[in-house]
């Protein structure tokens, strides 16, 4: 059975697909930045990291600090406790129209 936060990444990347971003997975493994997002999406030369947590999660301090370098080098990064998190960010952000009918 999939956990909250394997199910909330999944709605994360359909809602991206959906919106017409090119995103995918990043998996920890031997090499990897260390606190590196779970999810990368880009569309339209905009870009952003996608930390995804289930309700009541927290970052690492790994994770803290890779949000922090991608801020400080002009990166958008969001940690998202839903699809509807993302889109907020993206409206807000990229100017996109709301596909979700967020108010």
Same mark, same amino acid.
């Given at each position: 059975?999939?956990?909250? %936060?394997?199910?909330?990444?999944?709605?994360?990347?359909?809602?991206?697909?959906?919106?017409?971003?090119?995103?995918?997975?990043?998996?920890? !493994?031997?090499?990897?930045?260390?606190?590196? *997002?779970?999810?990368?999406?880009?569309?339209?030369?905009?870009?952003?990291?996608?930390?995804?947590? *289930?309700?009541?999660?927290?970052?690492? %301090?790994?994770?803290?600090?890779?949000?922090?370098?991608?801020?400080?080098? !002009? !990166?958008?990064?969001?940690?998202?406790?839903? *699809?509807?998190?993302? %889109?907020?960010?993206?409206?807000?952000?990229?100017? %996109?129209?709301?596909?979700?009918?967020?108010?």
């Amino acid at each position: 059975m999939p956990t909250p %936060e394997t199910l909330i990444k999944k709605s994360i990347k359909d809602y991206l697909r959906l919106s017409g971003w090119f995103t995918f997975s990043i998996m920890q !493994g031997l090499g990897s930045y260390r606190g590196i *997002a779970d999810i990368y999406a880009i569309k339209n030369n905009n870009n952003i990291w996608i930390e995804v947590k *289930a309700h009541g999660g927290r970052q690492s %301090e790994h994770q803290n600090k890779f949000e922090h370098d991608i801020k400080q080098h !002009g !990166g958008h990064y969001i940690l998202a406790y839903s *699809a509807e998190d993302v %889109e907020r960010y993206i409206v807000e952000n990229f100017n %996109e129209k709301s596909l979700l009918n967020l108010s």
